[in-house]
């Protein structure tokens, strides 16, 4: 790794001990400085000077005279009384060999511009994670590529556990990642579906990810690890906090491709996960109940109030995610990137794909006359489509599954 690479990792890493994630004025000010140039600011006790690069009079902190401006939404605190909170957290910041150790354990912090990370948080906006540490042995992009969030009450009920489990398993075993929040009902048993069938799947944790919360889940955490990943925006160490559910709600909805509520009472704290799928404009979708089960009038809610579809198993699920919704509706739908409207370039490296022994990807470029960027961002949406999987030795086909006869939702 470069060092210009390494200092903004380590910089990164500090801004995730010194601002709490998703503050509205550290993502205003990493929109303007850098974190490398935010961490000297912090510790010589001054303020951050705007990059070249900045625009001018965009209303982020800065105008023409580079001097904090009050340009901020209201109720939003000031970057003159946010520089004081940071700054007094610098010592909880461990020392560069500690990071090291972490990272050599097999802890890592993935940030903007790597490889591995996923650029559908970038719909957070400013307040896209500074980075996430995460532990595991999946590739994080490409893990959350074809995902599903399923999320839903910690009290479930026998019915929720049942159609969790059905629509878990399905998912996985067509290829799909399943991400959730490692907690109890709900979570957890979507989470050991996916594993139950070899899947992969993704908790995105409150707490700093050397932790087990809750720690009836060790073990659980510690298989997911094996195929998948635990991920946080919290450093290791971190304690969760009732604020810190809230928070990390926005990163699993805007990981996946789409949530699923299966199980929620009104108060929820699933529902606040369907919000934020709605604000992002992502697929909502809601399991519904008996009109009796206090544990489903929240799924109710969100399918008459909030315009989530109504899913009852893991083939409405993909088949909202995956078809086209333009044909008339009684017909089977067609994909959306059916191998006939693929593009040109596409189809060449489709075609350069093997269907068996995995390629490297400059070995694929080669084959299909492409350069290596295009086959990168190809394989990508194949992969997405459902088209090509990662093995052991670069890509190949991905593998068509046997349909289920476990009944039509299966």
Known sequence: MSPPAEAERVARATLTWVAEPGDPVMGALLASCSPAEIVAALTEGRMPLPAATAPV????????????GETWPAGTPSLERALPRWAA??????????????????????????????????????????????????DLRYACLRSVSVVGTRAATGYGTYVCGEMAVSLAEAGWTIVSGGAFGIDGCAHRSAIAVAGVTVAVLPCGVDLAYPLAHEGLFRSIRERGAV?????????????????RN??????????VVVEAALRSGALNTARHAHDQCRPLMAVPGPVTSPQSAGCHEAIREWGALCVTGARDVMELLEFSGEEPSGQRRGPVLARDLLSQEDTRVLEAVPARAGRGP???????????????RSLGGLAAAGFVERCEHGWRLRRPQPRSHAGPNA
């Open 57 to 68: 009079g965009s209303g982020m902190l800065w105008e023409d005279s580079a001097v904090p």
């Open 231 to 247: 991920l946080s925006e919290w450093p290791p160490g971190r304690m969760p906090t009732k604020h810190g559910f809230l928070v």
């Open 89 to 138: 957290r610098l010592g909880e910041v461990p020392p560069e060999p500690e990071l090291a150790a972490w990272w050599r354990d097999g802890i890592r912090l993935v940030i903007p511009g790597d490889a591995e990370w996923p650029s559908q948080l970038d719909v957070l906006g400013q307040a896209r994670p500074w980075g996430l540490w995460v532990r595991g042995q999946a």
């Open 250 to 259: 926005r990163v699993i909805a805007a990981l996946s491709r789409g949530t």
């Open 362 to 376: 400059a070995r694929i470029a080669i084959a299909a006359g492409v350069d290596f960027d295009t086959v990168m």
